[in-house]
């Protein structure tokens, strides 16, 4: 799968440096309970009750605890966040808006596990349904709003494999619009826990989907009903804001997470936990252990320093400029990684004359394993006019 963020390509002379590390820090020690292996540019290994799990940099993708993350398995509930990201981002497109009307549907009305018990022919506005699908795991409102929305739940279900193969889910295959185990001559669910961490990683790009996963109870029809959100983790784990729990037989008690510390936003998921309360232990375990994997490098620590080889210049007085960096710049890496960081500037040459005083012309962006973490301007460090005729026949 690919991770890293497209850049518009730059036509011209591509400049790699490489950070040297000036000291290499040892990664923590591991829980009691689990033990972690790690060469320096691969993952944590954790064991823990689980049968896969990962923990992932929201921002770049990074992957910084993994087991077995790519064995797959049925997602339950946590399959809602697809049904959800669809339904917000038509929202977003302006297909439809969060106060149209539903109309429940018999099949929708008949849906069983966990539910609002809606009944045939009442009406709730998108939001609403939303409301009972992202806090109180609803699979009643994932029907209804699945065929408001597409027409049919198969309808549906085909846009969510159009979804999932857009953002490169390999692994994932969906059935239902609600994670339920499959009925007689229907096929499961499937799909993995790198799968669902990267399904987080779009999820999280909507506040609004944020604010409602940690929303621990909310009024539902106008208030004689209550929405009880099921991850046990809200409230009670710092920075803690998401995601989807999910639970059935086949597929064991699942989680994906998401918390923000110290500006750093982690994803984690857990697969096929024995219990709710090691959902929600193993969960602690690896957002803890992903966050305390982190220091910060003053990659760049000052705005102004110079770059060792001038830029060429077309059609000026000079044929070639000095350049800087326009900004500093510190990022959050894994410990024990600052030695594999490179920065990359990437300049189009020749820049074209006039060019004023901290015109930019390009941008450093620092990298670790091609993922990006992070870039600056890079500015020029003088003035150089428009040249003559000779000018710009010698230059």
Not at 76 to 93: D, F
Not at 268 to 297: H, I, P, W
Not at 325 to 343: F, M, Q
Not at 355 to 371: M, P, S
Request: charged residues 20%; contains cysteine.
């Amino acid at each position: 799968m690919e991770l890293s963020r497209k850049r518009a390509p730059f036509r011209g002379v591509l400049i790699f440096l490489t950070l040297t590390a000036t000291c290499l820090i040892p990664f923590a020690a591991p829980a009691a309970d689990g033990k972690a292996t790690q060469d320096s540019a691969s993952p944590v290994t954790l064991t823990g009750n689980f049968k896969s799990a990962i923990v992932i940099d929201a921002e770049t993708g990074l992957i910084l605890v993994a087991a077995n993350e790519n064995k797959r398995r049925q997602p339950a509930s946590m399959l809602k966040m697809m049904t959800e990201l669809i339904v917000l981002e038509h929202v977003a497109e302006g297909d439809l808006t969060f106060e149209d009307k539903v109309k429940v549907s018999a099949k929708a009305s008949n849906m069983g596990g966990s539910q609002v018990y809606l009944k045939h022919g009442e009406v709730f506005t998108v939001e609403e349904l939303l409301h009972a699908l992202a806090i109180h795991s609803a699979n009643d409102a994932s029907v209804a709003l699945a065929e408001h929305l597409a027409g049919s739940t198969d309808a549906f279900i085909d846009l969510m494999n159009m979804k999932a193969k857009e953002l490169g889910l390999a692994n994932t295959v969906f059935h239902t619009v609600h994670g339920l185990p499959p009925g007689w001559r229907q096929e499961p669910d499937m799909t993995t826990a790198l799968d669902m961490a990267h399904l987080g990683r779009e999820l999280v790009k909507h506040p609004l989907a944020l604010e409602w996963a940690s929303t621990k109870t909310a009024p539902f029809r106008d208030g004689k009903f209550t929405l009880y959100n099921p991850n046990k983790l809200v409230g009670n784990y710092r920075g803690l804001d998401g995601l989807k729990t999910g639970y059935t037989g086949p597929a064991g008690f699942c989680v994906t997470a998401t918390a923000i510390q110290k500006g750093k936003r982690l994803i984690s998921v857990v697969m096929g936990c024995s219990t709710d309360k090691a959902r929600a232990t193993e969960t602690t375990r690896l957002l803890t252990y992903g966050f305390n994997m982190y220091q910060q490098v003053p990659v760049i620590p000052a705005a102004g320093e110079v770059l060792p080889d001038p830029v060429a210049v077309k059609g000026g007085k000079k044929k070639q400029v000095s350049v800087a960096y326009g900004e500093s710049l510190t990022v959050s890496v894994p410990k024990n990684r600052e030695g594999d960081l490179v920065i990359q500037n990437e300049i189009s040459e020749p820049v074209q004359a006039p060019l004023t005083l901290g015109l930019e012309v390009g941008r450093a962006v620092v990298l670790l394993d091609g993922l990006e973490l992070g870039s600056v301007p890079i500015v020029t460090m003088e003035e150089i006019a428009k040249g003559n005729w000779l000018n710009r026949l010698l230059n």
